[in-house]
Protein backbone atom coordinates (compact mmCIF):
# COMPACT_ATOMS: atom_id res chain seq x y z
CA UNK A 1 0.00 0.00 0.00
CA UNK A 2 1.46 3.55 -0.20
CA UNK A 3 0.69 5.30 3.42
CA UNK A 4 0.67 8.57 4.58
CA UNK A 5 2.37 8.86 7.91
CA UNK A 6 1.08 12.33 9.47
CA UNK A 7 4.25 12.41 12.26
CA UNK A 8 6.15 10.12 10.08
CA UNK A 9 9.44 12.18 11.11
CA UNK A 10 9.01 11.44 14.87
CA UNK A 11 9.57 8.58 17.56
CA UNK A 12 6.96 5.97 16.60
CA UNK A 13 6.45 7.51 13.20
CA UNK A 14 10.06 6.76 12.00
CA UNK A 15 9.93 3.28 13.54
CA UNK A 16 6.45 2.23 11.99
CA UNK A 17 8.28 3.50 8.74
CA UNK A 18 11.26 1.13 8.64
CA UNK A 19 8.44 -1.74 9.83
CA UNK A 20 6.72 -0.36 6.82
CA UNK A 21 9.23 0.03 4.34
CA UNK A 22 10.89 -3.39 5.32
CA UNK A 23 7.13 -4.98 4.45
CA UNK A 24 7.26 -3.86 1.17
CA UNK A 25 5.05 -0.80 1.52
CA UNK A 26 5.85 3.01 0.09
CA UNK A 27 5.97 5.23 2.93
CA UNK A 28 5.46 8.96 2.71
CA UNK A 29 6.26 10.95 5.86
CA UNK A 30 4.09 14.49 6.29
CA UNK A 31 5.85 15.98 9.70
CA UNK A 32 6.27 19.99 10.35
CA UNK A 33 9.11 18.80 12.48
CA UNK A 34 8.12 20.56 15.75
CA UNK A 35 9.20 18.00 17.83
CA UNK A 36 11.28 16.30 15.39
CA UNK A 37 14.08 16.47 12.45
CA UNK A 38 14.89 16.08 8.71
CA UNK A 39 17.93 14.23 9.49
CA UNK A 40 15.96 11.32 10.67
CA UNK A 41 15.28 10.89 6.98
CA UNK A 42 18.75 10.37 6.32
CA UNK A 43 19.15 7.41 9.35
CA UNK A 44 15.70 5.99 7.75
CA UNK A 45 17.88 5.67 4.48
CA UNK A 46 20.65 4.06 6.08
CA UNK A 47 18.07 1.61 7.78
CA UNK A 48 15.74 0.35 4.94
CA UNK A 49 18.18 1.43 1.81
CA UNK A 50 14.90 3.40 1.09
CA UNK A 51 14.78 7.17 0.48
CA UNK A 52 11.56 7.77 2.06
CA UNK A 53 10.13 11.23 0.79
CA UNK A 54 9.62 13.64 3.64
CA UNK A 55 6.77 16.49 3.09
CA UNK A 56 7.36 19.03 5.62
CA UNK A 57 3.78 21.16 6.30
CA UNK A 58 1.40 21.24 8.99
CA UNK A 59 -1.79 18.63 9.28
CA UNK A 60 -3.95 21.88 9.74
CA UNK A 61 -3.11 22.81 6.11
CA UNK A 62 -5.38 20.80 4.39
CA UNK A 63 -4.56 21.62 1.18
CA UNK A 64 -0.98 20.30 1.46
CA UNK A 65 -2.39 17.22 2.57
CA UNK A 66 -4.68 16.77 -0.17
CA UNK A 67 -1.01 17.91 -2.67
CA UNK A 68 0.46 14.94 -0.79
CA UNK A 69 -1.94 12.39 -0.91
CA UNK A 70 -3.23 13.26 -4.43
CA UNK A 71 0.99 13.03 -5.54
CA UNK A 72 1.54 10.16 -4.21
CA UNK A 73 -1.84 8.75 -4.54
CA UNK A 74 -2.02 7.57 -0.98
CA UNK A 75 -4.41 4.32 -0.15
CA UNK A 76 -4.03 4.54 3.63
CA UNK A 77 -3.05 7.22 6.46
CA UNK A 78 -1.18 6.49 9.81
CA UNK A 79 -2.14 9.92 12.04
CA UNK A 80 1.00 10.01 14.24
CA UNK A 81 1.26 13.77 14.29
CA UNK A 82 -0.12 15.15 17.49
CA UNK A 83 1.68 17.40 20.95
CA UNK A 84 1.76 14.91 23.63
CA UNK A 85 3.81 16.54 26.69
CA UNK A 86 0.68 16.72 29.37
CA UNK A 87 2.78 19.72 31.85
CA UNK A 88 2.53 21.35 28.70
CA UNK A 89 -1.18 20.32 27.24
CA UNK A 90 -2.34 21.38 31.26
CA UNK A 91 -0.54 25.07 31.36
CA UNK A 92 -1.26 25.49 27.06
CA UNK A 93 -4.95 23.78 26.15
CA UNK A 94 -5.63 25.69 23.29
CA UNK A 95 -2.17 24.97 21.47
CA UNK A 96 -3.39 21.06 22.20
CA UNK A 97 -7.22 21.20 20.87
CA UNK A 98 -5.77 23.37 17.74
CA UNK A 99 -3.02 20.96 16.57
CA UNK A 100 -4.37 17.62 17.94
CA UNK A 101 -8.32 17.67 17.34
CA UNK A 102 -8.50 20.52 13.99
CA UNK A 103 -5.40 19.00 12.71
CA UNK A 104 -7.47 15.52 13.21
CA UNK A 105 -10.25 17.27 11.52
CA UNK A 106 -8.43 18.65 8.68
CA UNK A 107 -7.20 15.83 8.00
CA UNK A 108 -10.28 13.97 7.81
CA UNK A 109 -11.76 16.60 5.70
CA UNK A 110 -8.46 16.16 3.27
CA UNK A 111 -9.03 11.85 3.27
CA UNK A 112 -12.52 12.81 2.73
CA UNK A 113 -11.84 15.14 -0.40
CA UNK A 114 -9.28 12.37 -1.65
CA UNK A 115 -11.31 9.55 -1.31
CA UNK A 116 -9.02 7.79 1.28
CA UNK A 117 -10.79 5.79 4.26
CA UNK A 118 -8.47 3.99 5.47
CA UNK A 119 -6.71 5.22 8.82
CA UNK A 120 -5.11 4.10 11.81
CA UNK A 121 -4.62 6.78 14.70
CA UNK A 122 -2.57 7.04 17.82
CA UNK A 123 -4.58 7.20 20.99
CA UNK A 124 -3.34 6.34 24.39
CA UNK A 125 -3.78 4.35 27.72
CA UNK A 126 -4.62 7.81 29.24
CA UNK A 127 -7.96 7.77 27.64
CA UNK A 128 -8.59 5.26 30.75
CA UNK A 129 -8.18 8.02 32.50
CA UNK A 130 -8.16 6.25 36.46
CA UNK A 131 -8.23 2.95 36.23
CA UNK A 132 -11.51 0.86 37.44
CA UNK A 133 -9.63 -2.22 37.26
CA UNK A 134 -6.65 -3.85 36.02
CA UNK A 135 -5.51 -5.31 33.37
CA UNK A 136 -6.98 -2.59 31.59
CA UNK A 137 -9.26 -4.09 28.83
CA UNK A 138 -10.67 -2.58 25.86
CA UNK A 139 -14.04 -1.94 27.13
CA UNK A 140 -12.67 0.05 30.17
CA UNK A 141 -15.00 3.11 30.55
CA UNK A 142 -12.93 5.86 29.23
CA UNK A 143 -12.29 9.51 30.90
CA UNK A 144 -9.33 11.57 30.74
CA UNK A 145 -7.70 13.53 33.52
CA UNK A 146 -5.76 16.71 31.46
CA UNK A 147 -5.90 18.26 28.13
CA UNK A 148 -3.99 16.34 26.40
CA UNK A 149 -5.84 12.97 27.56
CA UNK A 150 -9.52 14.78 26.48
CA UNK A 151 -8.02 15.63 22.87
CA UNK A 152 -7.22 11.71 22.10
CA UNK A 153 -10.65 11.38 23.45
CA UNK A 154 -12.17 14.08 21.73
CA UNK A 155 -10.46 12.10 18.86
CA UNK A 156 -11.85 9.04 19.65
CA UNK A 157 -15.37 10.20 19.30
CA UNK A 158 -15.38 12.25 16.32
CA UNK A 159 -13.88 9.19 14.56
CA UNK A 160 -16.38 6.94 16.00
CA UNK A 161 -19.05 9.69 14.79
CA UNK A 162 -17.22 9.45 11.10
CA UNK A 163 -17.79 5.50 10.61
CA UNK A 164 -21.22 5.70 12.40
CA UNK A 165 -22.26 7.61 9.38
CA UNK A 166 -20.05 6.41 6.78
CA UNK A 167 -19.32 2.78 6.73
CA UNK A 168 -16.75 2.63 4.09
CA UNK A 169 -14.54 3.85 6.74
CA UNK A 170 -11.49 1.72 8.29
CA UNK A 171 -10.44 2.86 10.99
CA UNK A 172 -8.27 1.24 13.65
CA UNK A 173 -7.61 3.22 17.05
CA UNK A 174 -4.60 2.26 18.57
CA UNK A 175 -4.68 2.81 22.52
CA UNK A 176 -0.55 2.84 23.28
CA UNK A 177 0.90 1.99 27.08
CA UNK A 178 4.10 2.88 27.23
CA UNK A 179 7.04 3.34 24.57
CA UNK A 180 10.29 3.20 25.39
CA UNK A 181 13.35 1.56 23.63
CA UNK A 182 14.85 2.33 19.85
CA UNK A 183 15.90 0.49 16.71
CA UNK A 184 18.29 -1.73 17.07
CA UNK A 185 20.93 -0.29 15.18
CA UNK A 186 20.70 2.87 17.47
CA UNK A 187 20.14 5.28 14.66
CA UNK A 188 16.35 6.74 15.67
CA UNK A 189 15.08 6.73 19.09
CA UNK A 190 13.17 9.36 21.31
CA UNK A 191 15.37 12.21 22.00
CA UNK A 192 12.44 15.03 23.37
CA UNK A 193 13.69 18.67 22.94
CA UNK A 194 14.06 19.97 26.78
CA UNK A 195 13.85 17.89 29.90
CA UNK A 196 12.08 14.86 28.99
CA UNK A 197 8.35 14.35 30.21
CA UNK A 198 9.08 9.72 30.03
CA UNK A 199 10.72 7.95 32.62
CA UNK A 200 13.23 6.08 29.95
CA UNK A 201 14.43 8.85 28.05
CA UNK A 202 15.26 10.73 31.28
CA UNK A 203 16.97 7.52 32.54
CA UNK A 204 19.33 7.75 29.55
CA UNK A 205 20.23 11.63 30.01
CA UNK A 206 20.98 10.66 33.67
CA UNK A 207 23.26 7.32 33.21
CA UNK A 208 25.06 9.64 30.00
CA UNK A 209 25.78 12.33 32.37
CA UNK A 210 23.33 15.32 30.20
CA UNK A 211 21.36 15.33 33.19
CA UNK A 212 22.49 14.71 37.11
CA UNK A 213 19.55 12.68 39.00
CA UNK A 214 16.81 11.30 38.17
CA UNK A 215 13.43 12.45 40.36
CA UNK A 216 11.10 9.68 40.96
CA UNK A 217 7.65 11.27 41.70
CA UNK A 218 6.30 9.41 45.03
CA UNK A 219 7.70 6.02 46.50
CA UNK A 220 4.29 5.72 48.51
CA UNK A 221 1.96 4.12 46.32
CA UNK A 222 -0.32 0.91 47.17
CA UNK A 223 2.70 -1.51 45.04
CA UNK A 224 5.59 -3.55 45.64
CA UNK A 225 8.30 -0.84 46.28
CA UNK A 226 6.03 2.36 46.49
CA UNK A 227 6.69 3.81 42.77
CA UNK A 228 4.63 3.62 39.86
CA UNK A 229 3.58 0.57 38.00
CA UNK A 230 3.77 1.01 34.11
CA UNK A 231 3.49 -1.20 31.03
CA UNK A 232 6.47 -0.83 29.00
CA UNK A 233 6.30 -1.53 25.17
CA UNK A 234 9.28 -1.58 22.81
CA UNK A 235 8.53 1.02 20.00
CA UNK A 236 9.53 -1.97 17.43
CA UNK A 237 6.96 -3.97 18.51
CA UNK A 238 4.68 -1.02 18.60
CA UNK A 239 5.50 -0.55 15.25
CA UNK A 240 4.71 -3.95 13.91
CA UNK A 241 1.61 -3.82 15.87
CA UNK A 242 0.33 -0.68 13.30
CA UNK A 243 1.52 -2.93 10.07
CA UNK A 244 -1.09 -5.96 11.88
CA UNK A 245 -3.58 -3.44 12.77
CA UNK A 246 -3.55 -1.96 8.98
CA UNK A 247 -3.94 -5.57 7.65
CA UNK A 248 -6.65 -6.40 9.45
CA UNK A 249 -8.86 -3.37 8.59
CA UNK A 250 -8.46 -4.09 5.30
CA UNK A 251 -9.64 -7.29 5.42
CA UNK A 252 -12.50 -6.41 8.09
CA UNK A 253 -15.97 -5.37 7.72
CA UNK A 254 -15.90 -3.35 10.79
CA UNK A 255 -15.40 0.66 10.10
CA UNK A 256 -14.08 1.20 13.22
CA UNK A 257 -12.16 -1.03 15.98
CA UNK A 258 -10.00 -0.33 18.91
CA UNK A 259 -6.70 -2.07 20.50
CA UNK A 260 -4.75 -2.18 23.09
CA UNK A 261 -0.93 -2.05 21.75
CA UNK A 262 1.10 -3.46 25.91
CA UNK A 263 2.51 -6.06 26.91
CA UNK A 264 0.34 -6.86 30.14
CA UNK A 265 3.47 -6.89 31.90
CA UNK A 266 3.86 -3.77 34.38
CA UNK A 267 7.17 -2.85 35.80
CA UNK A 268 7.63 0.03 38.54
CA UNK A 269 9.70 2.65 38.05
CA UNK A 270 12.47 1.66 40.30
CA UNK A 271 12.23 -1.62 38.38
CA UNK A 272 13.29 0.28 35.55
CA UNK A 273 16.11 2.01 36.70
CA UNK A 274 17.74 -0.98 38.05
CA UNK A 275 17.66 -2.49 34.79
CA UNK A 276 18.33 0.27 32.81
CA UNK A 277 21.72 0.11 35.46
CA UNK A 278 22.20 -4.03 34.99
CA UNK A 279 21.42 -4.42 31.38
CA UNK A 280 23.92 -1.43 30.48
CA UNK A 281 26.71 -1.20 33.56
CA UNK A 282 26.07 2.12 33.95
CA UNK A 283 24.90 4.41 37.30
CA UNK A 284 21.62 5.89 37.22
CA UNK A 285 21.35 8.32 40.64
CA UNK A 286 17.98 9.33 41.41
CA UNK A 287 15.82 11.06 44.15
CA UNK A 288 12.06 10.47 45.75
CA UNK A 289 9.77 13.55 44.82
CA UNK A 290 6.29 14.30 45.49
CA UNK A 291 3.82 12.24 43.49
CA UNK A 292 2.47 14.19 40.75
CA UNK A 293 -0.82 15.11 40.38
CA UNK A 294 -3.02 13.13 38.13
CA UNK A 295 -0.63 9.81 38.20
CA UNK A 296 -1.99 6.61 38.90
CA UNK A 297 -0.48 3.98 41.10
CA UNK A 298 -0.67 1.05 38.38
CA UNK A 299 -1.83 0.91 34.80
CA UNK A 300 -1.14 -2.09 32.99
CA UNK A 301 -2.80 -3.56 29.34
CA UNK A 302 -4.88 -6.33 28.64
CA UNK A 303 -3.70 -7.25 25.41
CA UNK A 304 -5.29 -10.31 24.64
CA UNK A 305 -7.71 -8.16 21.64
CA UNK A 306 -4.97 -7.24 19.92
CA UNK A 307 -3.42 -10.86 19.92
CA UNK A 308 -6.94 -12.42 19.35
CA UNK A 309 -7.58 -10.52 16.34
CA UNK A 310 -4.37 -9.20 15.25
CA UNK A 311 -2.37 -12.05 15.95
CA UNK A 312 0.06 -9.51 17.15
CA UNK A 313 1.49 -9.73 20.32
CA UNK A 314 4.60 -7.60 22.22
CA UNK A 315 8.41 -9.78 21.60
CA UNK A 316 10.60 -7.75 22.98
CA UNK A 317 11.26 -7.53 26.79
CA UNK A 318 13.22 -5.05 29.29
CA UNK A 319 16.67 -6.11 28.78
CA UNK A 320 15.61 -5.34 24.48
CA UNK A 321 14.36 -1.69 25.62
CA UNK A 322 17.17 -0.78 28.15
CA UNK A 323 20.02 -1.89 25.42
CA UNK A 324 18.45 -0.22 22.78
CA UNK A 325 18.06 2.93 24.35
CA UNK A 326 21.65 3.20 25.82
CA UNK A 327 22.55 2.56 21.81
CA UNK A 328 20.69 5.38 20.67
CA UNK A 329 21.94 8.11 23.78
CA UNK A 330 25.30 6.57 23.02
CA UNK A 331 24.99 7.47 19.46
CA UNK A 332 23.70 10.50 20.37
CA UNK A 333 26.60 11.45 22.74
CA UNK A 334 28.94 10.67 19.53
CA UNK A 335 27.21 12.45 16.80
CA UNK A 336 26.66 15.71 19.35
CA UNK A 337 30.43 15.83 20.41
CA UNK A 338 32.75 18.31 18.67
CA UNK A 339 35.25 15.34 17.65
CA UNK A 340 32.75 13.45 15.96
CA UNK A 341 31.69 16.67 13.87
CA UNK A 342 35.64 17.22 12.76
CA UNK A 343 36.15 14.19 11.45
N1 LIG B 1 5.34 8.37 23.02
C1 LIG B 1 4.34 8.11 23.86
O1 LIG B 1 4.58 7.90 25.05
C2 LIG B 1 2.92 8.02 23.36
C3 LIG B 1 1.97 7.32 24.12
C4 LIG B 1 0.66 7.27 23.68
C5 LIG B 1 0.29 7.92 22.51
N2 LIG B 1 1.23 8.61 21.80
C6 LIG B 1 0.81 9.31 20.57
O2 LIG B 1 1.54 8.80 19.48
C7 LIG B 1 1.75 9.83 18.51
C8 LIG B 1 3.23 9.87 18.16
O3 LIG B 1 3.97 10.08 19.35
P1 LIG B 1 5.57 10.18 19.36
O4 LIG B 1 6.00 9.67 20.69
O5 LIG B 1 6.13 9.59 18.15
O6 LIG B 1 5.73 11.75 19.37
P2 LIG B 1 6.72 12.66 18.52
O7 LIG B 1 6.57 14.05 19.06
O8 LIG B 1 8.08 12.07 18.47
O9 LIG B 1 6.08 12.56 17.06
C9 LIG B 1 5.00 13.36 16.65
C10 LIG B 1 5.39 14.01 15.35
O10 LIG B 1 4.30 14.81 14.90
C11 LIG B 1 4.80 16.03 14.38
N3 LIG B 1 3.70 17.01 14.49
C12 LIG B 1 3.12 17.50 15.61
N4 LIG B 1 2.14 18.34 15.27
C13 LIG B 1 2.07 18.38 13.92
C14 LIG B 1 1.26 19.08 12.98
N5 LIG B 1 0.33 19.94 13.38
N6 LIG B 1 1.47 18.86 11.67
C15 LIG B 1 2.43 18.01 11.23
N7 LIG B 1 3.24 17.33 12.08
C16 LIG B 1 3.06 17.51 13.41
C17 LIG B 1 6.02 16.35 15.25
O11 LIG B 1 6.95 17.20 14.58
C18 LIG B 1 6.59 14.95 15.48
O12 LIG B 1 7.55 14.62 14.49
C19 LIG B 1 1.23 11.13 19.13
O13 LIG B 1 -0.05 11.38 18.60
C20 LIG B 1 1.13 10.79 20.60
O14 LIG B 1 0.12 11.53 21.26
C21 LIG B 1 2.53 8.66 22.19
Request: charged content about 20%; hydrophobic content about 40%.
Given at each position: ??IL????????????????A?????????????????????????I??Q??????????DR????????S?????V????????V???????LI????N??????L?E????C?????????????Y??P????L?????T???????????????????I??????WRI?VL?????????E???I???????????M????R?????L????V??D???????????????????????????G???????P?????L?TG?????????RA?E???????P?????R??????????????A?????W???????D????????E??L???N???????
Amino acid sequence: MRILLTGGAGYIGSHTAVALAATGHEVVCFDNLSNSRAEVMDQLETITGQSIPLIVGDIRDRTSLEQAMQSHAIEAVIHFAGLKAVGEAVARPLIYYDNNVRGTLSLIEAMIACSVRTLVFSSSATVYGEPQYLPLDEIHPTSATNPYGRTKLMIEEMLTDIAAADPDWRIAVLRYFNPVGAHESGLIGEDPNGIPNNLMPFISRVASGRLERLSVFGDDYDTPDGTGVRDYIHVTDLAAGHLAALGAISSHNEPISTWNLGTGQGYSVLEMVRAFERVNGVCVPYQIADRRPGDVASCYASPDKAKAELGWEAALGLEDMCSSMWRFERMLATSNSPQATAT
